[in-house]
């Protein structure tokens, strides 16, 4: 894999994770149907522009939408060009197949703005995110495999953060706690999948603390995604509750993962690691 592809590898995961956070502080802000409840056009100058700040943020986002589609449409396309392994091409496959859909989706929440259709509209972009950051990882794991236990940390970091922001528990959940919670959640997720994909190459060399790793660490990414997900409903004590136990339960197969990263893992041999194909 060359390193131009790796670094396309690397922009689009955030870009799509930049873009999803961007989307929910718009949401949050009340922001999604300015620009005169228009799509794709906006209510400034002959349609194309913003013409206040509530406007500029919905604007704004339609405009990170457009560059990191073709981000993804582009690094999907290099990495057939240069016949990288088949789990990376085929996961920016996904990502690119599900962008209409998620297109069609934006759109609606602007002309229709349902509560199904939000939530869908969350979800696919959340299915893209997950694609764009396992090719990332598939890509990157002959690197990735050494650097498994500083993912861990990140996602330790990250998960306590969770719970300090879990949606009207503790603080006030305004577009910019949104934004940070957001933030945190899905670098925190897109650590466990990364981790998880590395502990399964480097379990295929036979390393079988790395197969009790990945164990830990990909329900801990189902339950954190979950949990994103879950961040954009309406809220009522239950849902309230079951988030927090959801985020209590992430926080402690994370630490479970701690854990097993202390306890030392093998170092496979340079070179002998799995190319996802």
């Given amino acids: 894999m060359t390193p131009r592809l790796r670094r396309l590898l690397a922009g689009a995961a955030a ?9 929910v502080y ?16 906006c209510d400034g100058f002959l349609g194309l522009f913003p013409a206040n700040w509530g406007s500029f943020l919905e604007w704004f986002h339609r405009l990170v939408a457009m560059l ?34 998620q297109i069609v989706l934006g759109a609606l929440t602007v002309t229709e703005y349902e509560w199904v259709i939000l939530t869908a509209h969350y979800v696919v972009a959340t299915s893209i995110f997950t694609a764009v950051v396992a090719a990332a990882a598939w890509g990157l794991v ?45 670098t925190t997720y897109a650590a466990l ?3 998880t ?21 990909a329900p801990a990414s189902v339950v954190v995604v979950a949990l994103l997900i879950a961040g954009r409903q309406v ?6 509750l079951a988030h927090l136990g959801g985020t209590v339960l992430a926080l402690v ?8 990263v202390r306890g030392g893992l093998p170092v496979p041999q340079a070179g002998a690691t799995n190319d996802a194909d």
């Avoid at 870009?15 to 989307?23: K, N």
């Avoid at 079988?208 to 164990?215: C, I, S, V």
């Fill in 142 to 186: 002959d690197r990735g495999i050494p650097r498994i236990a500083d993912a861990v940390r990140l996602a330790l970091v990250g998960a306590p953060v969770m719970l300090v922001l879990a949606p009207h528990a503790f603080v006030s959940f305004g577009p910019t706690t949104q934004a940070v919670y957001y933030v945190v959640g899905l």
């Fill in 193 to 195: 999948v990364a981790v």
């Fill in 68 to 101: 990191t589609g073709f981000l993804i449409l582009g690094t999907t396309v290099q990495a057939w060009r240069e016949g990288v392994a088949k789990g990376v091409r085929y996961a920016l496959v996904v990502a690119t197949v599900v962008l209409p859909f």
């Fill in 15 to 23: 870009m799509t994770g930049v873009l999803m956070v961007l989307g």
């Fill in 26 to 41: 718009t949401a949050a802000a009340g922001a999604g149907l300015t620009c005169a409840g228009r799509w794709p056009f």
């Fill in 197 to 217: 994909l590395w502990a399964n190459a480097a379990h295929g060399l036979r390393a079988d603390a790395y197969g009790r790793l990945r164990f830990v660490t």
């Fill in 235 to 240: 809220y009522g004590p239950v849902l309230e």
């Fill in 253 to 260: 197969l994370v630490v479970g993962a701690a854990v097993l």
